[in-house]
C-alpha cells in the first residue's frame, strides 16, 4: 500500500496538517513526561504534560514555523535529573522515549490503512499525513545535536573523561541545529541536493518498506 497523499484542496490540506502536528507532537512530549515520571521525575507530571491533550505540548511559534519554515517544535518537557536514579542512562530513555512512540504510533496507522475498509477521504488523507509524519519526527529526532533527542542517547557513549568537552558541545546545539537546516537548504537551492532530505526520504522508504512487510 502506498503512502502518497491524495491531492486535496488548500484548505484540506492545512487541515490533515493540523491534525497530524496535534496527533504527532503530542503522543511525542506526552511520552517523554510519561517515561520520566515513571522513572521517579514528577516534574513534567505537575505542569500536566501526562496528558494526550494537544494545547498541554504544541507551541504556537514552533507550529506557525511549519507553515513558514518547514520546520516546528512542541512545547519541550522538563524533568529534573536529580530525581532520576541513574541520570545518564534514563535522561537518555526519557528522550528516546519520544521518538519511538513516534515510531510504533506509525506502525499502528499502517497496520489501519492496510486492513481497515474504505473511509472518507479527509480521515484517509489525515492518516496518511500522521503517518509520514511520525517517521520524519523519529528520523529527525535522531540526529545527535541538542535539543534533538538523539544528544541523549549519544551521551549514554561518551566517555567520562570526555564529558565535560560533550556538554558544550550540547550547549552550542541549538546553534549548531539552524547552522545544519540553513546550509542544507542553501544546498538545495544552488545544487539540487538536501543531504538531510536524503536522509530523511532514505529513512523513511526503508522504515516504510519494513513496516508493511511486518503487517
Given amino acids: 500500500m502506498g503512502l502518497t497523499l491524495v ?12 491534525i497530524a ?3 504527532c507532537i503530542t503522543v511525542h512530549e506526552a511520552a517523554h513526561a510519561w517515561v520520566a515520571y515513571k522513572l521517579g521525575d514528577p516534574t513534567a507530571k505537575m505542569e500536566g504534560r501526562v496528558s494526550l491533550n494537544p494545547l498541554r ?6 507550529t506557525l514555523m511549519i507553515f513558514i519554515a518547514h520546520f516546528g517544535w512542541g512545547k519541550p518537557v522538563p524533568y529534573n535529573d536529580r530525581n532520576l536514579k541513574h541520570p545518564r542512562r534514563d535522561a537518555a530513555l526519557i528522550s528516546m522515549a519520544g521518538p519511538f512512540t513516534n515510531l510504533l504510533s506509525a506502525f499502528a496507522i499502517a497496520v489501519l490503512l492496510k486492513y481497515a475498509p474504505s473511509m472518507p477521504l479527509i480521515l484517509s488523507d489525515s492518516l496518511h499525513a500522521i503517518y509520514s509524519l511520525n517517521i520524519v519526527l523519529f528520523l529527525f529526532n535522531l540526529i545527535p545535536i541538542a535539543p534533538l533527542d538523539g544528544s541523549k542517547f549519544l551521551a549514554l557513549f561518551i ?7 560533550y556538554q558544550r558541545y550540547l550547549s552550542q546545539g541549538p546553534v549548531l541545529l539552524i547552522v545544519l537546516i540553513v546550509l542544507d537548504r542553501l544546498l538545495a537551492d544552488t545544487t539540487g541536493i538536501s543531504p538531510l532530505g536524503i536522509f530523511l526520504q532514505f529513512g523513511y522508504e526503508l522504515i516504510t518498506v519494513g513496516i508493511f512487510l511486518a503487517t
Fill in 7 to 18: 491531492k486535496l484542496n488548500p484548505m484540506a490540506e492545512i487541515l490533515t496538517l493540523l
Fill in 21 to 23: 502536528l496535534a496527533f
Fill in 57 to 62: 505540548h504544541l507551541d504556537l511559534l514552533g
Fill in 159 to 165: 566517555p567520562r573523561r570526555l564529558e565535560d568537552g
